[in-house]
């Protein structure tokens, strides 16, 4: 059974860093798109970050330049290192893996087989 644990959450001041780790089971995270997905209560999921299986990211315009992306293939594992954090990044972030249906970039993948749990991000002003 795939699982998706996510963890590094927390609570930070605005300009400050968080580094999200999403530890798969039972799939392999190197040969296949993981995303990167936030959503705030009563609002729309937003897509956040993608990676694919050659490594090319893409970002919400919302965090370029802030989020970075990333994977290690020995830990099965892929990062979402936020830096330069502000107040409207808090929100529940979400690793997602097996894209079903569209493409593997931000804003143009829509569904997703399977989901962690998802880990709370809290920025204060």
Known sequence: QVQLQESGGGS?????????????????TSSNCMG?????????????????SAGSTSYADSVKGRFTISRDNAKNTVYLQMDNLKPEDTTMYYCAADLVLGRCRVGASYEWRYMGQGTQVTVSS
Not at 12 to 28: F, N, P
Not at 36 to 52: H, M, N, S, Y
């Open 12 to 28: 930070v001041q605005s300009g400050g860093s968080l580094k999200l780790s999403c530890a798969a089971s039972s799939y392999t």
């Open 36 to 52: 990167w997905l936030r959503q705030a209560p009563g609002r729309k999921r937003e897509g956040v970050a993608t990676i694919d």
